[in-house]
Structure formats: C-alpha cells, structure tokens
C-alpha cells in the first residue's frame, strides 16, 4: 500500500482534535494537521487551554504538538490554513459538524450535510494530487455517493478520490482510552481493488496501534449505516431503561435495582442501562432523528415512528422529573432558590449540547423559582448561551439565574439541589459508579474516581440550605441512607422518595 506521509483532518472538533491526537503520537512518522475555520478554537488547540476538555487529551497533544517528552520531533499541528493541508495530504478525514437541519425540508429531523458538502468542495477545488477522503463524520447512508459526485464534477483532471467511511465510536468523558482501545475500528470502502487498497492505507495507520482482528472492513454502506445504528441502539437502551424508572417511582420497585439485575442476563449486559434525567449530548438525539428521517424517506413509517419513540421518551424523561421537583416542593417554586449541581450533558466533559440541563433550567425558571448553576467544568459564558438559545422569555431568564463558582455558593439558602450531572463531586457513595451498570450497594470505583478529597461536604450543605431541604438527584449518584440521616429528603430516578415526602411524589 501506498505510504501515508501526511494527513489532514477538516473539523478540530470533539473528534478531530483527539482523534489525531492519538494517530499522531501513535504515528511520530506521520505529520498530522487538523484544520478548521474556526480562528478562535484553533488558536486554543495551540495553548495548554485546550477547546476541549477530557482527561488525557492534554498529555497526547503535548506530547505531538510539542514534542514535549524531548525524544519526538512534533508531527501535530492546528492550522486555519485549510487549502495548504489539504493539498499536501495523502489521507484526509472530514470531522466537521453534521447537526439537524433548523430550516428547510425536514427541518428537525434530517441530517445537515452543509459542512460536509463544502468540505468536499474544498478538497476538489484545491487537490492537485490523488487523495483518500474519509468520512469520520457522522453521516446518513448513502453519503459517500454524494461526496463521490461532488469531487467527480468539481476536481481538477487527473486526479482521483477514493472515499472510505470510517465512522468515531469514542465517548465523550472517556474519548483518550476509547481512541487507544476501541471496541473495532470500522473502515467502509466500495468493493474494488482501488477501494480495497484504499482501506488497507487506513488500516495502516490504525495498525500501529491496534490489533488488525479489530479493525474490520467492510462494505460502505454498511460502515455509514452502522454508526447512526449504533447510536440508535444505545439511546434506545437508555430510554428503555428511563421507561422502566417511572414504574419503579409508581411502585416501590427499584431502578437501580431493576437495571442491574436485568445486565446480569448476558444476553443483555451491563452497560448504559442507567437510569438517569434524559440523556444528552450531540449525538444521540440527532442521529435517532437522522434514522427516523431515512426511514421515513425510504417510505417506512412504522420504522420512524419506532426510532421515534426513544427520543419521546427522553423528552418525557426531563419533563417529569422537572414535574416531580414542582410537586415536592409543594407544587409552587416561587421565589424558591434552587441549586442546579452539574449542567454538562455527562460527567468529564465541558460539553453542553443537548444536556437535559438546559430544559430542566427552562422549565424551573417558567415556574418562577430562582435558579443557582454550578458545574466545574463549563464555563459561565457557554451556560448563559445554551439558556438564552431556549429561553422563551430572556428577562426572566436573567433575572431568575445565576451561575455559581461552587456547590456550596450555589446551595446556600437554596430549598433543593438538583443533580443533573454525574460529576464524582457530587457523590456521597463509598466508590462512585463510574459506567454502566454496577450493585446497588457494592460499588466498583476506578482510578479516575480516587480523588475524593475533592468531593463536597454533605453535611457542610445540610447547614447552608433552608428547611426542608430537598435534593433530587437526576443521575441516582447519592446514598440515599446517609443524606436522610443528615436531614435530606431525597428523590431519586426510579425509587420511591423519602417516605416523609412519599405520599405526594406518587404519580
Ligand atoms: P464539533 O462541532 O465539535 O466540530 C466540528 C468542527 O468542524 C467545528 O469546529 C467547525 O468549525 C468545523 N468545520 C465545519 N465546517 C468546516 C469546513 N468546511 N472547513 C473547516 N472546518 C469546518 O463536532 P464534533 O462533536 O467533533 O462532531 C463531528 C462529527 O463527528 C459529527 O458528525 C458527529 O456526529 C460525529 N461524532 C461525534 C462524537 C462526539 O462525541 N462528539 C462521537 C462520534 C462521532
């Protein structure tokens, strides 16, 4: 296979930035520029005050950036320069943003390509040499047909493209060991001899690190499919296990209890069956809305309104849980502070998109209650964004919130505190749980969990917070027994409340 000197990554996003992190410290050979339009965010991608926050990154961009550890020429590079890395590639990744369309046909549902589109225009418009053009985005299948049509009208004579789909299955919060241990990696070419050679280049580059029994090549269409496919099956676990929490409330059953007992079964397993607010993040809900697009498109209604259904849910999810802190509370929140502990979309990344935060916010601030944000990764200014985005009515938005610098600051004087992030801060367990499913009681704590000095004082809270006080905990990190005993009245995902309180919650 022809030898990768260079490659260049459009997007220096979430995924593009650590993704060639890890390919470029796995690959001192290989020089690896990650580009964007963005001026600002490159420009941080060049400071140690990454865009990005998740643990690790840090340590592999100094590490290539930098040539930090003194036994490595720097092979990394953030650049603005879109045409000259383009240009000088071999292999190029497109990782640019690939949201719900707000406008237009399908609006709300289907996939924008927008970015995807002009990234391919760019790559046509300025290749003067041949070049691999891989898909990391996530996209609808069938895409790589119009990136193929896009570059076979717009390319200059003689040169040629292949097109592979190489879909990122890392995790926000854990995206450093999912890079360095994925589960497969998935390589999509068409059933060629130049689309077969064109996976083996790509499977070059992740062989320097990875066994070659997990890096599976398959058909194109397949690999598109199987992202938004993954994504999908997920969410829908997820929300299946959120539909069983409302039961639990209902009957004295037991979520945790419940999810931990079903992953038991091999045959369904462990993992995300948490029983939590809603999920969030940028993915989830954009890629089930993307299938239910497809499906409706390929005329296939049942199929979308089936996919559908597991973003319903979700949605219900946050509204009832915002639902049931109003009826505890003694269905008024007027004038009543409120603690909002954590605002990211999950614990270990600064990321808020789609964070069941934002409509739990939304709807307390409609009921008049004084809202009190903490979260220790995301800043200020991104908060006041997410919540001015949705707000239906800014001035009370202003007036009704403020963001906090710590748990306490934000719990003092407050009614309740409101857990919509799992950060280990905010944990109270022995060992926190740290993903999927884990004993209710015995829980299993990791490395990256140890830090418990850092954690907050529970019973320093139960002295700054008015009686009585309440904690609802959106992501079932608390011990219940022990909060009670320091004068809490707790409501969690999926069990029955604090009886004191018990009678009113029951739905
Ligand atoms: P992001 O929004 O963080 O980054 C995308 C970047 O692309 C932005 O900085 C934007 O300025 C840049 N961009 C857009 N158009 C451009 C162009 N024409 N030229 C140069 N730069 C351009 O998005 P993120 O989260 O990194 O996601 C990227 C893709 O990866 C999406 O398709 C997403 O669905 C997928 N994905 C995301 C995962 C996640 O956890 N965030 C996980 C797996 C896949």
């Known amino acids: 296979p022809r030898n990768v000197r260079k490659i260049c990554c459009i997007g220096a996003g979430y995924v593009g930035g650590p993704t060639c992190a890890v390919i470029a410290d796995k690959n001192p050979d290989i020089e690896v520029t990650v580009v964007d339009l963005n001026e600002a965010r490159i420009r941080a991608w060049n400071t140690d005050d990454l865009p990005v926050y998740e643990p690790e990154l840090l340590k592999y961009v100094k590490s290539a950036r930098d040539g930090a550890d003194g036994e490595r020429s720097p092979n990394l590079f953030f650049s603005t320069d879109v045409d000259a890395a383009v240009r ?48 990391k985005s996530t996209v609808p299948c069938k895409t790589a047909e119009t990136i193929r049509e896009i570059l076979a009208a717009t390319g200059r004579p003689g040169v040629r493209f292949e097109i592979l789909s190489n879909p990122e299955f890392l995790a926000e919060g854990t995206a450093i060991n999912d890079l360095l241990h994925p589960d497969r990696i998935l390589i999509g070419s068409l059933r060629s001899e130049r689309g077969f050679q064109a996976a083996e280049v790509l499977s070059s580059v992740y062989a320097a690190w990875i066994p070659r029994d997990r890096i599976m090549t398959i058909n194109l269409w397949s690999s598109e499919l199987t992202k938004i496919a993954a994504n999908a099956l997920l969410a829908q676990r997820i929300s299946s296990v959120n539909a069983l929490s409302a039961i639990c409330e209902a009957t004295g059953a037991d979520i945790d209890e419940v999810a931990y007992a079903c992953g038991k079964d091999t045959r369904i397993g462990p993992r995300m069956l948490k029983a939590s607010v809603g999920f969030g993040g940028s993915c989830f809900k954009k890629d ?102 949705t707000a239906s009515d800014i001035t009370l938005l202003k007036r009704r919130v403020s963001v906090c610098t710590s748990a306490y600051e934000a719990c003092t004087d407050s009614h309740a505190a409101v857990i919509l992030t799992e950060w280990d801060e905010f944990s109270n367990k022995d060992h926190s749980t740290t993903q999927g499913n884990s004993p209710p009681t015995a829980t299993n704590g990791t490395a990256e969990d140890g830090n418990l000095s850092s954690r907050m004082d529970w019973q ?44 009113s919650i029951l739905e």
């Open 88 to 135: 000088a590639a071999d292999l190029i990744f497109i990782s640019v943003n690939t949201p719900t369309k707000y406008t237009g046909t399908g609006a709300g549902h289907a996939c924008d390509l927008g970015y995807v589109e002009s990234a391919t225009r760019k790559i046509a418009e300025v290749s003067e040499s041949d070049k691999i053009v891989i898909e």
């Open 288 to 389: 089930i809305l993307s299938l239910a697009y497809i499906s409706d498109t390929l005329h296939l209604p049942e199929v979308a309104a089936y996919w559908r259904s597991v973003v319903d849910i979700n949605e219900y999810q946050k509204d009832r849980f915002t639902r049931r802190i109003t009826k505890c509370l003694y269905h008024s929140l007027t004038n009543k502070r409120i603690a909002i502990l954590g605002f990211a979309y999950k614990k270990n990344t600064g990321d808020t998109r789609e964070t069941a935060a934002i409509s739990v916010v939304n709807s307390l601030v409609l009921e008049q209650a004084d809202i009190r944000i903490y979260d220790p990764r995301v800043k200020e200014e991104q908060i006041w964004q997410d919540l001015k985005a």
């Open 460 to 503: 320093h809270v139960a002295g700054l917070m008015k009686k009585p006080m309440f904690v609802f905990d959106g992501r079932n990190v608390v011990d219940v027994d022990k909060l009670e005993a320091l004068g809490f009245r707790v409501e969690c995902i999926g069990k029955s409340g604090t009886p004191k309180a018990s009678s």
